[in-house]
Nanobody, 118 residues
């Protein structure tokens, strides 16, 4: 069974930084794709950043130059968020596509709240 555990959210002033983490555990042969999404109250979930293995990384226009998605060798995916703005306030979710004995499947983290004060 694969589990994703997110951490790193919190309250920060505008202009500050946060780093979100998404640790994947369980049987993982490979990570095929990773992404971060966010959802503010009353709005649909939107893509923030996404990357496929060996492919390009895409960012929402609103976060380009401020956010960076990355991954380490221990199956943890990160979202470094700099120059945060109040409009970045949302619940952030990671999504990872993993290949294991069950084939290729998508998994979601539980979400972590990011609040940016003005």
């Amino acid at each position: 069974q694969v589990q994703l555990v997110e951490s790193g959210g919190g309250l920060v002033q505008a202009g500050g930084s946060l780093r979100l983490s998404c640790a994947a555990s369980g049987t993982i042969f490979s990570i095929n794709a990773m992404g971060w999404y966010r959802q503010a109250p009353g709005t649909p979930r939107e893509l923030v950043a996404a990357s496929t293995s060996g492919g390009p990384t895409n960012y929402a226009d609103s976060v380009k130059g401020r956010f960076t998605i990355s991954r380490d060798a221990k199956n943890t995916v990160y979202l470094q968020m700099n120059s945060l703005k109040p409009e970045d306030t949302a619940v952030y979710y990671c999504k990872i596509t993993i290949t294991n004995w069950r084939g290729r499947n998508e998994y979601w983290g539980q979400g972590t709240q990011v609040t940016v004060s003005s």
